[in-house]
């Protein structure tokens, strides 16, 4: 007799779980609270979906930050390797880009979920949307539905609920509360690769919000990288800012303040760049002279006069020296609804090596909705795919166990 597996959540580890699950012979039963599943899935794939990362696995394992520890033996689950293959497999092809990050050929989820779905369907799995889990009653998992609410009983459960960001996904962190009423310790729920709010001007806003500074490197407690970012109303954001949104995020938490170092103009020295702009007429406008002697566009001049409104004051080593490192603070993170992710979740610490709740026997957890972060560029998909499996493996065991 198969046994019942309920999995909360129909995101990328929910769904990876359930064909692990029935391919193992068990009756699994996906929930979800929207009319579809995979909506997040979706929408990332909106940009090409970035399903995973070339770089070398050494490498990339270390990019989880402090479970790296935790998350190292479980990325062996499921490698980049591995998931182009499952990709391959359903009928999608990927590639690697210029950076080294991993696409669809197609450069759309929409192929890739249907085929995966269509899979689920021929293994068995049924999938019950607009069904939201409201909590326990015991053994017994509640749900609300449009006919009302229903009560499952099941031999195991895997939730894999996703954080907070995005929560018109889906993704709403509303079992947050359920959770700790189960004793399960959270840690408080953080925006991760997100953009911040700055103090900048009026003028400086409605002139230059959604202008892209192009070819620079910023600089913070991770690291120095080199890409492009966008003024947002009030603010930045971008690929560039995500690379540095923990170290930022983590600086505000811990000392009130932090800065991003920015370098306007990638591989000019400050005496190669102090020397050209000693070179120009005094007589010429500040804004030419940075044209002609550093090859800053206005969107750049502009940044560079926001952050200090006596640049034009400065000589040439000091001028060169603040366009290679501009300090541009910033005041506090865009809204967690509007991050690509979360940090923080359930505590790693509260749940067993094979990923179940050690305060609820036959319960797991995966996905984001642990206390794990990552940065874009494939990492995130790739460990929800893999604590998918690894919560699946852990039910599975469970299963077994439970036979004897």
Not at 22 to 46: E, S
Not at 80 to 97: K, Q
Not at 176 to 188: F, N, S, Y
Request: hydrophobic fraction near 45%; glycine fraction near 10%; charged fraction near 20%.
């Amino acid at each position: 007799m198969p046994k019942s597996v309920a999995i909360i959540g129909g995101g990328p580890a929910g769904l990876m779980a359930a064909e692990h699950l029935a391919g193992k012979g068990h009756a699994v039963t996906v929930y979800d609270a929207m009319p579809t599943v995979g909506r997040k899935f979706l929408l990332a794939g909106k940009s090409g979906l970035n399903i995973t990362h070339a770089e070398d696995y050494a490498r990339f394992v270390t990019r989880y930050g402090a479970a790296n520890g935790r998350l190292r033996p479980v990325l062996d689950l499921m490698t980049p390797e591995a998931i182009r293959a499952w990709a391959a497999d359903l009928g999608t092809e990927t590639f690697v880009g210029s950076s080294g990050r991993i696409f669809p050929t197609a450069m759309k989820a929409s192929p890739l979920l249907r085929a995966w779905l269509k899979r689920l369907e021929r293994l068995g799995v049924t999938m019950l949307t607009r069904h939201r889990w409201t909590g326990f009653d015991g053994d017994v998992l509640l749900f609300e539905t449009p006919e009302g609410q229903k009560r499952v009983i099941v031999d195991a459960t895997l939730i894999a609920l996703g954080g907070a960001s995005w929560p018109k996904l889906g993704s709403d962190a509303a079992w947050v509360p359920l959770l700790k009423a189960q004793g399960v310790d959270i840690t408080p729920l953080r925006p991760a690769n997100c953009g911040f709010d700055c103090n900048f001007s009026e003028s400086f806003d409605t002139r230059f919000s959604g202008q892209p500074i192009k070819s620079v490197k910023a600089t913070s407690a991770v690291g120095t990288t080199q890409g492009e970012f966008v003024i947002s109303r009030g603010g930045i954001e971008g690929s560039l800012i995500y690379a540095h949104s923990a170290a930022l995020r983590d600086a505000l938490d811990r000392d009130g303040h932090a800065e991003l170092l920015l370098d306007l103009t990638p591989g000019r020295t400050v005496e190669k760049l102090a020397a050209d702009l000693a070179r120009q007429d005094r007589k010429a406008s500040f804004s030419t002279r940075l044209k002609k002697a550093a090859n800053l566009d206005s969107a750049k001049i502009a940044l560079l006069r926001e952050v200090n409104a006596e640049a034009n004051q400065l000589d040439a080593i000091g001028l060169a020296s603040l366009i290679k490192a501009l300090p541009l603070a910033v005041k506090r993170p865009r809204p967690i609804a509007e991050a690509i992710s979360t940090a923080g979740g359930v505590a790693l610490n509260a749940i067993d090596g094979h990923f179940m709740l050690k305060g609820r026997p036959g319960t797991f957890v995966a996905g984001e909705m642990l206390d794990w972060e990552a940065p874009t560029g494939g990492y995130l998909l790739t460990a929800c795919f893999a604590t998918g499996i690894a919560a699946a493996s852990g039910i599975d065991r469970w299963l077994e166990a439970s036979k004897a």
